[in-house]
């Protein structure tokens, strides 16, 4: 295991409903990161945050929500999602997010949830 | 623009034969390139990482080598094993402070057969 924990594993939602998704990483780790995988496309980047402060917002239409309280936890909060916001969800940490872009550091990924809007 | 390019999109080989999947990419400016393996439902791990000043780089019967100069990098995966079947992703990152700053490419999905 990564030490960074997803749940739920799995997500059936209809599009009128509101859920959460919750991340935990137990590796002391300063920087968490929400990504959206679809089949056949590229890991899509979706917040940054570092020490509890959102820095990157990739332009994430605003039925979902993140919320970070403290460095340990993560949560994206879904509201009114569309059938094609199914896909898998992932959540990742590193030690800071400086250390990632010069080499010195290395994200971990949390096993995903896999959502499905009906 | 910024891209990463992976093929080939799928793989399938015998097991205790060695493969090569490849990256191109044209991200600028460079900063370091890593490939992550992802395994049917979990999450990436990474298994390597290349700055601008390293062309190879092994774990195991991984070895990543980088080209800086053609913007290309290859995993080559030695004496294959059942277990290596996954999604192989490899990730650019263009630098410039910005977190958000990975380009990601959409993975070469290799089966190992017996």
């Known amino acids: 295991e990564t030490g960074v924990t997803q749940t739920p594993r799995h997500l059936v939602m209809g599009m009128t409903n509101k859920k959460s998704l919750k991340c935990e990483q137990h590796?002391?780790?300063?920087?968490m990161y929400w990504y959206k995988q679809s089949a056949k496309k590229p890991l899509e980047l979706m917040f940054v945050y570092n020490f509890k402060e959102q820095t990157e917002n990739n332009s994430v239409p605003s039925r979902f929500s993140p919320e970070c309280p403290n460095s340990s936890h993560l949560f994206l909060h879904l509201h009114t999602l569309q059938p094609e916001d199914s896909a898998l969800y992932l959540c990742?940490?590193?030690?800071?997010?400086?250390?990632?872009?010069?080499?010195?550091?290395?994200?971990?990924f949390g096993p995903g949830t896999r959502l499905t809007v009906l | 623009k910024n891209q990463v390019e992976q093929s080939p999109q799928s793989l399938i080989i015998l097991e205790g034969k060695n493969c090569t999947l490849q990256?191109?990419?044209?991200?600028?400016?460079?900063?370091?390139l890593r490939w992550y393996k992802q395994d049917t439902g979990r999450g990436p791990v990474s298994l390597t990482i290349?700055?601008?000043?390293?062309n190879t780089k092994s774990n195991g019967r991984y070895t990543a080598t980088l080209d800086a100069d053609t913007k290309q990098s290859s995993l080559h995966i030695t004496a294959s094993q059942l277990s290596d079947s996954a999604s192989y992703i490899c990730v650019v990152s263009g630098g410039g402070g910005s977190q958000g700053n990975l380009i990601f490419g959409k993975g070469t999905k290799l089966s190992v057969k017996p």
């Open positions: 590796l002391g780790h300063n920087a």
């Open positions: 290349m700055t601008f000043s390293e």
């Open positions: 990742a940490s590193s030690q800071e997010g400086a250390g990632v872009h010069s080499g010195t550091d290395t994200q971990y």
């Open positions: 990256c191109n990419y044209t991200v600028s400016p460079f900063s370091n």
